[in-house]
């Protein structure tokens, strides 16, 4: 590619895209009429486990959704996944580093959240603070990054004329970052990044206490220790040198996976990937950390002084199996019967019949160092963590005696597969094509995984959902007792946030 071709970047068009209003029904037209595509290992992605029950009350093995995809590499080592979606003129460009929390080591904690601020500032071709306001020029929606344990991933969603401004912005950053990168950009980084740690996590209600959660359920020298976004102190003892070492080893084409989702030809947008990706340096890939998850021994009951927060909270945690691994699909549905509706369980108990609880959810968390099954409860005005507590072990209680039944697996399944329809309506944004594509690419190694994730979902049977509910839901488990500093509670109790 000529310098000139970098340096000036694709003309943004001053065309929006055309209004779309028709979305619904995809739903039906991706559950029933999407075929299949062989990916690069050639799995045909089309055919359901034999284990599948047959029920009237499920959608049948043939009704499987997939969604058809390219993957291939360029000679540095960028992977590309590319899906073709003409149903309306947007493109989702969406690029994930396989580098997180997980990376980091003793001293580092928050260097991928930071470097995820960085990657917005500027590059060698794209001014300072140019990105966001580029993108909007050419009428982009949905535009960020985020940072989890395992993963840091950059999206935007774009009208199909503008895919080739998304490709140049995000191949510059990827190629030239550390062009621009000097000490006063990294100490204004820093100051956004530790005020944005005060913002949520310190003067943010129950944000200490999420910390403090997490350091106990993953001791150091885990790299899950503490909060994605780091400590004050490691945050402000980055320097330049640091932030070099970490784009050199982790920003390589070799350790990001490019997907593109939407309106486009196939043969112009391989055109245009190669354009502006293809003549990046190449760095070999770091190979990927295999951390076993931390367990807990018995119940460790933490009573957390919570300075913001005006209200009781209960949160309660058992470890289970990390992300996509058997079992991880029964967790989740287990959580729905639990919680999630006016009817589950602990729901009906706790905010209809006892009027304990101001609100209440139970959901299963996956990462690639092991898995959290959480019940979160913050207690109504006048009740208690301790009465929220009570009601959670009867409920659970309840489950031996009286398991699932078959009306609250429906229900549950129904709920689950729902929402991932739904969120394949969108092509981009959370839940949408381009991030489903890649997640299943992150974790599982292939993008065609969508069939297999829905079908093990349909083959769960009600004797599953007890039988992961007796192996993971005993006393080993974590219980937190939220008590604000002022209350009586507080007072009675003498909490101190000790680990017991």
């Known amino acids: 590619m000529r310098l000139s071709d970098r340096l000036d970047g694709p003309r943004p068009s001053a065309r929006l895209p055309r209004d779309g209003r028709w979305f619904g029904g995809l739903a039906l ?51 590309v996944i590319l899906h073709q979606e003409r149903r309306l003129p947007l493109v989702a460009v969406s690029v994930w580093y396989h580098v997180g929390a997980i990376n980091e080591i003793e001293g580092r904690t928050g260097f991928a959240h930071l470097f995820e601020h960085m990657m917005f500032q500027s590059s060698a071709h794209v001014g300072e603070d140019q990105h966001f306001k580029i993108l909007r020029q050419v009428g982009a929606t949905g535009t960020n990054g985020t940072t989890d344990f395992d993963r840091t991933n950059y999206f935007e969603t774009v009208p199909s004329n503008a895919l080739e401004v998304a490709l140049w912005l995000e191949s510059d950053r990827m190629g030239f970052l550390l ?49 994605v976004i780091g400590s004050m102190a490691d945050i402000g003892a980055a320097t330049v040198a640091d932030v070099q070492e970490f784009f050199r080893t982790y920003y390589t084409p070799a350790n990001a996976t490019l997907t593109l989702a939407g309106d486009f030809e196939i043969p112009a947008a391989k055109a245009l990937v190669n354009k502006y990706f293809a003549s990046l340096e190449g760095r070999p890939a770091p190979k990927r950390p295999k951390i ?74 996956e990462t690639a160092s092991g898995g959290r099954f959480v019940v979160d409860i913050t207690a109504a005005p006048g009740r208690t963590a301790k009465e929220a507590e009570v009601a959670v072990k009867a409920v659970l209680t309840e489950l031996k005696s009286n398991p699932p039944t078959e009306a609250e697996l429906r229900r549950a ?7 991932l329809i739904r969120g394949l309506e969108q092509v981009g ?14 974790y599982l190694g292939d993008p065609g995984k969508l069939a297999w ?21 005993g006393d080993d488990r974590l219980v937190v007792h939220a008590i604000p500093k002022e209350s009586d509670s507080a007072k009675n109790n003498g909490a101190k946030g000790d680990t017991k």
């Open 453 to 473: 994730d829905v079908s093990r979902y349909r083959s769960i049977t009600t004797k599953d959902v007890s039988r992961v509910y007796e192996r993971y839901l």
């Open 413 to 419: 399944l129904n709920t689950t597969e729902t929402s």
């Open 29 to 79: 037209v991706v559950i029933l009429g999407a075929t299949g595509c062989r990916s690069l290992s050639g799995t045909d992605e089309t055919t359901a486990p034999s284990s599948a029950p047959a029920s009237a009350s499920r959608p049948q093995a043939q009704s499987l959704p997939t969604l058809r995809f390219e993957r291939y590499r360029l000679d540095n080592g960028l992977e």
């Open 179 to 227: 062009d621009t990168l000097t000490n006063k950009s990294l100490q204004n980084q820093i100051e956004v990044v530790k005020n944005e740690r005060r913002q949520s996590v310190e003067n943010r209600a129950y944000g200490l206490m999420q910390e403090k959660i997490t350091k106990t359920l993953y001791p150091k020298p885990h790299p899950y220790y503490g909060d």
């Open 292 to 365: 076993p998850a931390p367990g807990i021994k018995g119940e460790v009951r933490i009573d957390f002084p919570e300075p913001v927060g005006k209200l009781e909270r209960l949160v309660m945690v058992w470890m289970g199996p990390s992300a996509y691994e058997a079992d991880t699909a029964a967790l989740d549905v287990l959580a729905h019967v639990i919680s999630g509706t006016r009817s589950s369980r602990l729901d009906r108990k706790v905010s209809f019949e006892d009027r304990i609880a101001q609100s209440v959810t139970a959901y299963f968390y």
């Open 429 to 442: 944004g959370f839940g949408g094509r381009a991030e489903l594509l890649q997640r299943y690419n992150h």
